[in-house]
């Protein structure tokens, strides 16, 4: 008896299907990556400017590779303002290579004529019945039109 699934090269619309979901997964993970640096981002734009109001000669505390360190506001202050320039050029950066993925997932799926049905589409752009269906559908599955 033949094992299922074993020693089965895939065809090229499973290669296709494995490529299309790897580039929507770097484009998810360039995008969370995205999402935690602006908070890092906000809450360093916090900071600043709650210790530009203060004293530069009033402690703080500042935590350093897991270890809380006193220092002074003065001494503090212009590492948080270097880290956030640095922190401000990264999301640059982050967001153009989303701009990057998104235009090439976008050719991928022109390309390969792919079409991605639920877990994108709005309710609201479909007719009242499907809207229904798709409310309480998890996921999505994409389908690869050879012509």
Known sequence: ????????????????QSTFNALRLEQRQLATKLSEIELDLNEHNVVIETLNKLDGKRKCFRMIGGVLVERQISDVLPTLIKNRGEMSKIVKTL????????TEINDFKTKHNIQVRGGFMEPTEMPDKQAEEKKTEQGSSVIVNNV
Do not use: C
Request: overall charge positive.
């Open 1 to 16: 008896m033949e094992k299922l699934g074993r020693n089965k090269k895939p065809t090229e619309e499973e290669i296709i």
């Open 95 to 102: 967001n153009e290579q989303l701009t990057k993925k998104g």
